[in-house]
């Protein structure tokens, strides 16, 4: 039996390879320590978090509900499809949207907003975040109920289009290009995410009005945030990406990117101000993001 475990290495592979080829899989602003961060974040995703979370709420279930196991495996196709997206994809948004929103939650998702886009990002993210993250255990739930064969083509198909969104190589760009294609781009851009929406949620300036570090949060779906009034779609790419530490600060520590809140930063946090205790550091951005975050939140 073919399973995820063997198909997305090949899958993550292949946009590796594309990058390789077109000369973009070596960040601009790339660092040794950048490096590493993805280097760690992908043996952290791949050899820890997810045998964790596999044979966890495989334990869990079988503990707690013996007589459920593929209790649901004859449900229709389609309705496996919505369960998966309202309680995987649509959960996953408003995680997101929350670390993005909370300065206590920030930490967790800081290691994300990296300097660089790339397919080799996708795993970057604190143990916490990856491991707490519910949208996983909640489709491992649906797994168990006897969801597990569509969860195979769901996650596929939501790993290619997150790697794709991530990818240094814009694939959408084509669809920007041709006056023929403008209707497609239109249902495409709204639907799913794209490296040109994606990108700009991970812009390090919403100055140049590409940017949008607000919002943009969706994974599988983009339709998320056009529902729930987070999206931004200009058609452009920012021209950097990250989050810039405040000028003269040191950079967060390594431990505090990839174990927070296990692990938090000290007094430069406090020194920020109350609007970033409990971050994963005192960085501007990060001030701003609180700040920022709050007149969003006073706007809804
Ligand atoms: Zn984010």
Redesign the pocket.
């Known amino acids: 039996m073919v399973t995820t475990a063997m198909v997305i290495p090949v899958l993550w592979g292949l946009f590796i390879a594309i990058e390789w080829l077109r000369g973009r899989f070596r960040p601009a602003h790339g660092s040794r320590r950048e490096a590493l961060f993805d280097l760690v974040s992908w043996v952290q995703a791949w050899f820890v978090v997810s045998p964790l979370v596999v044979l966890g709420s495989a334990a869990l279930h079988a503990t707690w509900l013996p007589d459920l196991a593929g209790s649901l495996a004859g449900t229709v196709w389609w309705k496996q499809v919505i369960a998966f997206l309202l309680l995987d994809d649509l959960v996953q948004y408003w995680v997101?949207r929350s670390?993005?929103r909370w300065p206590a939650l920030w930490g967790l998702?800081r290691l994300?907003?990296g300097p660089y886009m790339g397919a080799r990002v996708i795993w970057r993210n604190g143990f916490f975040y990856d491991l707490l993250q519910p949208n996983l255990w909640l489709a491992g739930t649906l797994v168990y109920l006897g969801y597990g064969e569509v969860y195979f083509w769901y996650y596929l198909t939501k790993m290619t289009v997150q790697i794709g969104a991530h990818s240094s190589v814009p694939w959408d760009a084509v669809l920007y290009r041709h006056r023929a294609l403008a209707p497609l781009a239109w249902i495409i851009e709204r639907t799913i995410s794209t490296p040109a929406t994606h990108y700009a949620?991970?812009a390090a300036t919403e100055a140049d009005g590409i940017g949008h570090?607000h919002g943009n949060?969706g994974s599988l779906l983009f339709f998320w945030d056009v529902l729930f009034g987070t999206a931004h779609i200009t058609r452009r790419y920012p021209a950097r990406f990250g989050v810039d530490p405040e000028p003269g600060a040191a950079p967060d520590h390594w431990s505090v990117l990839l174990f927070y809140p296990l692990i938090r930063s000290k007094p430069a946090a406090e020194s920020a101000g109350a609007a970033v205790s409990g971050t994963a550091g005192g960085s501007s951005v990060i001030a701003s993001l609180s700040g920022e975050a709050t007149a969003v939140s006073m706007r809804q």
Do not use: D, G
């Open positions: 997101h670390c993005h998702h994300h907003h949620h991970h570090y949060f």
